[in-house]
């Protein structure tokens, strides 16, 4: 599989995500689809795919070349496939593969009016997102500040009262705690 790499807008190894490179030279989208991902993914010892695109995301494809062109496949298994060297496209026409999601790490931080880091108290985001109060309770509270590395919590309230709240995402909803360790927590 090493016909295959990845690379991140930096030109670094894209650890399973990125730009498609063949050879060290970018993939086409001509004739490319699901079953190229899956195919190719798995060359490079992935079991699926996340997401694909096409498009020149990066500005350090233009100093690469177009290496593979017509990338077929009707399975999703590499000897399916066909492909040529010689191409009739463009850098907008570079593949994007994801083998793997983004890492999501359950990452909860608390900041302040101003978006900062709030030392503890203000406004709780999860993954940089909001967190609803539907079925929120003083266990929630116990559990979340004891992810946080806090003991017990001072208090809690729903609003909005912070301006940047409206420019965010509301990522968390039903954060339900039958007792105040987070491993007694389930959320959507």
């Known amino acids: 599989g090493d016909m295959f790499s990845f690379i ?9 995500r990125g730009l498609l490179l063949y050879r060290g030279q970018t993939v086409c989208d001509d004739g490319f689809s699901d079953n190229s991902a899956i195919a190719i993914c798995g060359l490079m010892g992935y079991e699926n795919f996340d997401s694909w695109r096409n498009g020149q995301l990066f500005d350090i494809q233009a100093n690469l070349q177009i ?3 017509d990338v077929v ?19 907008g026409e570079d593949i994007h593969l ?4 983004e890492a999501r790490v359950d990452e909860f931080t608390i900041v302040n009016e ?7 108290r ?30 017990g919590f001072d208090s809690w309230r729903n609003g909005q009262l912070f301006d940047i ?9 039903d954060v339900v705690c039958t007792a105040g360790a987070w491993s007694y927590c389930t959320h959507t």
Do not use: K, R
Not at 8 to 16: I, L, P, R, S
Not at 128 to 147: E, R
């Open 67 to 69: 290496g593979l062109d």
């Open 114 to 120: 101003a978006g900062e880091d709030g030392q503890g």
């Open 8 to 16: 991140n807008e930096a030109g670094e190894d894209g650890q399973g």
């Open 122 to 151: 203000g406004l709780l985001l999860y993954n940089g997102q909001t967190v609803c109060d539907d079925s929120f309770s003083d266990n929630s509270a116990i559990a979340i500040c004891g992810l946080m590395g806090y003991e």
């Open 73 to 91: 496949c009707s399975s999703g298994s590499w000897d399916s496939c066909t492909s040529t060297t010689s191409h009739n496209c463009g850098h």
């Open 165 to 173: 709240q409206a420019s965010l995402e509301i990522g968390l909803d």
């Open 98 to 101: 994801n083998c793997v999601p």
